[in-house]
């Protein structure tokens, strides 16, 4: 009877760990499949805001700017290059207005779809508010201060009245 039971707990713990070896196989598979969907939904996201501002000179010929364009125009310039919140779209804007909101808790992806108008159910559509706060975050308008929730930069925080930290 002892033999019985010995064998059936050796084949237990060699089952358990073939088990934890396909578990952490297809946990690797998983974080390469999220990685490649990450790319991926940053890609559509700057593809259609290339085209969009393709068809944007289009309609908005009439009013054209005074400003000399510095390089290439980017859908997010750099925040040392732009002159302040006008130069982002108007989701950009609205983005950058709800990070301001959240101050120190800061603005998580899922939220930043809400805001823009997006179905936050939908893992794709909260993976491109999340390219969009990453492209934020690359371009020097937010800081990305823990995993997953962004921020202004320490410079750009308010405080309650609207003046920069440490201007009671």
Known sequence: MRAVLEARHKAAVVRVEELEAELERVRADLADAEEVLR??????????????????????????????????????????????????????????????????EGLGARRAAVVLGWDSASASRVEGARARLKR?????????????????????????????????
Do not use: C
């Not at 690359?138 to 930290?165: C, I, N, Y």
């Open 39 to 104: 790319h991926r939904a940053i890609r559509l996201e700057q593809y259609l805001e290339a085209l969009a501002e393709e068809e944007q000179p289009a309609e908005t010929v009439v009013g054209v700017s005074q400003r000399k364009p510095v390089g290439p125009r980017r859908a997010v310039p750099h925040r040392e290059n732009a002159a302040g919140l006008e130069d982002l779209s108007v989701d950009y804007q609205a983005l950058m207005a709800v990070a301001a909101e959240a101050g120190a």
């Open 136 to 168: 934020l975050v690359e371009r020097g308008w937010l800081v990305e201060a823990k995993p997953g929730k962004f921020t202004m930069p320490p410079s750009e925080q308010v405080d309650h009245v609207g003046r920069p930290d440490g201007g009671s």
